[in-house]
């Protein structure tokens, strides 16, 4: 994903990256929840097994997608209160 400087977009720009980021977002969530779901159920049926820890190990890229659309909303925020 290629990277801009939130301070140097325009506002416009900003909404366009803020729906992006949070299309992105909502699609890694739905993904993560059904890791988290997979493993639980593996985890009940037989017991711990290399699924339990998957959503473990995908938790970083889940905060690091989710800091980026909170960035991207205070950045907007900031400008309406300007």
Do not use: C, H
């Amino acid at each position: 994903m290629k990277t801009n400087k939130l301070s140097e977009l325009s506002y416009d720009e900003l909404i366009k990256e803020e729906k992006k980021r949070k299309a992105i977002f909502i699609f890694y969530s739905i993904l993560w929840g059904i890791m988290v779901l997979a493993s639980l159920y593996t985890t009940a049926k037989k017991g711990t097994t290399a699924i339990t820890f998957l959503p473990i190990s995908f938790l970083p890229i889940f905060l690091i997608f989710w800091k980026s659309q909170k960035d991207v909303r205070n950045e907007i925020k900031s400008r309406k209160s300007n």
